[in-house]
């Protein structure tokens, strides 16, 4: 038996005016995605406990059947894992956004962009190694990731130190959060000088010359110390690997055992390689029994607050990830008997630009199964419709292994 998990990243949404009180999933063209549906069990899944962020981290460790609570540490332990990072005892990761910052006078302090404008990574690894040369010795580490997304490596742990992700204030004023890093000497220190190597930076000069947003600041947050989990294959007895651009989703993959497919031309926006991915899920199914593939594209749109973008972004993945996967699972040598999982991690609502904790709706199509089964498209609505509700990653993926004790 194989099985496989396919999730578009934030794909979650509510009704939508200009689009009639239609979300962009019900508004999208997905075809293979509703003949799934129709023909699968449709229910709904709380991939964010009570009570926790509702993250990308947190909604797919439930996905891969690990609860959050026992074994979540937070988000930049789990991509120092993906970068190759060894966390050592005691020391604190932190995600290390390069973003915009606009200061109005002394106390105000505005996040213009939570990306630097998307700053390529050609340029912003130059901006990283350039603070590790100047800043980086025993207490602070920095390590130069993709665009916007960097590491920083703390020696010590300031365990009431309370970040937030930028991405919550885009355009606001974040003073009150910038003050909280300068309570403490050594981060005020290496925050002023880093804003001022970065202000000077030939690379943010030409940027600004090219009116593009500068990379004139770094925001830490998503903080944590290394995790202790289980292994998939220790837990459930499932070999399998991870198909992601996302190091978040790869850093999961590390701890999970998982093997990670790098697939070239992987950027978690809508250019974003959807063949090569869909190519890499079949050729790992030959010779494992379990493939996660995640796609970012929904999400980033849904941050950026563009309908059209993420309508694409699902149609893209209906049409570039899950038919081509679902046809070769179909015509696999030995067609092996499969149980495919078609779903998102959380809701990115266009009008909140933000996650939400809403219970998602989920597809579990079994190769076995003829009979229809929901006989529904598949939506945030129907989803509810069906009035099943999962509470755990670890129901669900018992489920998926059928550990249920219930059969097709
Ligand atoms: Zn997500």
Known sequence: MKYIILVGDGMGDLPIAELGFRTPLEAADTPTIDKLCRHGELFRLQTIPVNMQPGSDIANLSLLGYEPQKFYTGRAPLEAASMGIELG????????????????????????????????????????????????????????????????????????????????????????????????????????????????????????????????????????????????????????????????????????????????????????????????????????????????????????????????????????????????????NHSPEFRLVVCMDHYTPISMRTHSGHPVPVILYDSRQQAPQSGLNFSEKNGEKTGILLNSGLEFFNKLLQKDGKLP
Request: with cysteine.
């Open 89 to 332: 005892e005691g020391e604190t990761a932190y995600r290390c956004n390069l973003v915009t910052l606009k200061k109005n006078n002394p106390d105000s302090l505005i996040m213009v962009d939570f990306s630097a404008g998307h700053i390529p990574t050609t340029e912003s690894g130059i901006l990283i190694n350039g603070l590790q040369e100047k800043l980086g010795a025993d207490l602070f580490r920095f390590y130069p990731g993709i665009s916007y997304r960097h590491l920083m490596i703390y020696k010590n742990n300031l365990s009431d130190l309370i970040t937030v992700p930028p991405h919550d204030y885009i355009g606001k004023d974040v003073t009150v959060f910038w003050k909280r890093y300068l309570q403490y000497p050594d981060l005020r220190l290496m925050l002023e000088s880093a804003c001022t190597i970065l202000e000077n930076h030939p690379v943010n000069k030409r940027r600004l010359q090219n009116g593009e947003p500068v990379a004139n600041g770094i925001w830490l947050w998503g903080e944590g110390r290394a995790p202790t989990m289980p292994t998939i294959e220790t837990q459930f007895g499932l070999q399998g690997s991870m198909i992601s651009a996302v190091d978040l989703l790869k850093g999961i993959g590390v701890y999970g055992g998982l093997d990670i497919i790098n697939v070239e031309g992987a950027t978690g926006y809508l250019d974003t390689n959807y063949e090569g991915k869909a190519t890499a899920a079949l050729e790992a199914l030959a010779h494992r029994d379990f493939v996660f593939v995640h796609v970012e594209a929904p999400d980033e749109a849904g941050h950026q607050g563009n309908i059209s973008d993420k309508i694409q972004a699902i149609e893209d993945f209906d049409s570039r990830i899950v038919k081509p996967i679902w046809e070769g699972l179909k015509s696999m």
